[in-house]
């Protein structure tokens, strides 16, 4: 296959999953949910709107045209998938596949359903990837790896596979900076950023950043819209243990009804708690942020440095690498 015929493969692709009945999609839906519980039907189309998104062909060739074409052997990638988030690796295999190399995928236990349906189709559509995609789980006779975990698995990654050109990413998390300024509508889109997959994605918020004498009571307002998380049986679960802990160790916290705030220093929160750091100063704001920049994978606001708007922490584009590494780049320099 030429680069002609792969982005004609994956435009298709986006169609199919675009045009998918409505009852076939409810069907699959709740088969997925039965693997994963945190993958509710809202979450899928979420993340399967995104793909969509991808599949655009002015998109992907906009996207494209900043690599230079190589004419090189495909190389056998190696990608061991995360399972936090419906399809959280589609972007690294579409970066493989698309650039002509041969994914060799470890997929997560938690997200193995939706991935192989996608690939399926893909090879129905173009036979020619029918043998670029190879489903394994034991990784051997592989030319690249990368692979997507936690702080601790990636010191198991970088043991077994340090000696190979690799991408390995470690936790990352987002976090948003308010001003106390913002209108209803931007603490709104903000709980999206928030509350978007139950809080588990790298660029969910996980902590907010909020001037000396914030009034948290317009937040607090503006997010009973995402009141119903509490209905699911796992979030609602994790929402009182967390309760409890606090409680029995005396830990002040502010308390909506569905989601925990507490003051910490910390960035990655626990599902159902939000952290929040107060900043006397933007000179003291971006001093906190700085020291935790490596940690970050958005910066969500209205004000610099913020990176992403309020509500689009969940809209990544076809350039926003996970941990800020350009994958095609490091697969064009395969050789």
């Not at 060739?61 to 230079?68: G, N």
Request: a negative charge; aromatic letters at 12%.
């Amino acid at each position: 296959m030429n680069i002609e015929e792969r982005i004609e493969a994956f435009v298709q692709l986006g169609e199919f999953i675009e045009s998918l009945p409505e009852e076939k999609f409810k069907t699959l839906a709740e088969r997925i949910r039965i693997e994963n519980a945190w993958f509710t039907e809202s979450n899928l189309r979420m993340a399967v709107s995104g793909i969509v998104s991808f599949l655009d062909e002015k998109k992907l060739r906009s996207w494209l045209s900043a690599y230079p074409l190589v004419t090189r052997s495909p190389k056998i990638v190696a990608l061991i998938m995360a399972g936090n988030i419906p399809l959280v690796g589609f972007h690294d295999l579409l970066c493989v596949l698309i650039n002509g190399d041969i994914a060799l995928i470890k997929p997560s236990s938690k997200d193995s359903i939706l991935l192989r349906i996608i690939t399926d189709k893909l090879a129905a559509i173009n036979p020619g990837f029918a043998d670029k995609i190879i489903y394994t789980e034991r990784l051997k006779d592989f030319d690249a790896v990368i692979a997507t975990g936690s702080d601790n698995s990636s010191r198991y990654f970088e043991y077994y596979f340090g000696k190979y050109p690799h991408i390995i990413r470690k936790n990352r998390t987002s976090v948003a900076i308010l001003n106390g300024h913002e209108d209803e509508k931007d603490l709104e889109k903000l709980g999206k950023d928030v509350f978007s997959y139950f809080g588990l994605g790298c660029r969910n918020v996980s902590k907010l950043y909020v001037p000396r004498g914030y009034d948290f009571q317009r937040l607090f307002k503006s997010w009973q819209v995402y009141k119903d998380l509490d209905m699911h049986h796992k979030y609602h679960n994790n929402y009182h243990y967390q309760r409890t802990v606090l409680l029995v160790a005396t830990i002040p916290y502010l308390d909506t009804g569905f989601v925990l705030l507490q003051e910490s220093e910390r960035l990655v929160s626990p599902i159902a708690v939000l952290y929040y750091e107060y900043y006397n100063a933007e000179e003291d704001l971006s001093r906190k942020l700085n020291t935790v920049q490596d940690k970050l994978q958005c910066i969500v606001g209205n004000f610099l440095p913020a990176t992403v708007k309020f509500g689009e922490a969940q809209c990544p584009g076809l350039n926003d690498y996970a941990d800020g590494i350009d994958v095609m780049f490091f697969l064009r320099g395969l050789d």
